[in-house]
């Protein structure tokens, strides 16, 4: 089993920032590609970003490309999420994922462990 645990949401105001942080526990951190998903109120579950293994790749959905950048410690067994230029759009809950292969990152049924969600929301 892996253990997520999302923290440093909250509540900014457009044109701000915030960084996300997941600390995993319980298994070895480097062995899971890991993803961050966002839920707004009443739509489904968007992939935003994955980072490979040792971080040497990353993947970004297009409404977040130049603006979120997705980026991990394997010593610390945390990832991150960098944002900037935050819209009101950018409201939701983000979520951390994990999953063992690389294929189909952009599919939230491919991950295997969830963290419970921190709540990003962008006033205008």
């Known amino acids: 089993q892996v253990r997520l645990v999302e923290s440093g949401g909250g509540l900014v105001q457009a044109g701000g920032s915030l960084r996300l942080s997941c600390a995993a526990s319980?298994?070895?951190?480097?062995?899971?590609?890991m993803g961050w998903f966002r839920q707004a109120q009443g739509k489904e579950r968007e992939f935003v970003a994955a980072i490979s293994w040792r971080g040497d790749n990353t993947y970004y959905a297009d409404s977040v490309k130049g603006r979120l950048t997705i980026s991990r410690d394997n010593a610390k067994n945390t990832v991150y999420l960098q944002m900037i230029s935050l819209e009101p759009e950018d409201s939701a809950v983000y979520y951390c994922s994990a999953k063992e292969r690389l294929w189909s990152y952009e599919d939230p049924y491919e991950y295997d462990y969830w963290g419970q969600g921190t709540q990003v929301t962008v006033s205008s």
């Open positions: 319980g298994r070895t951190f480097s062995d899971y590609v």
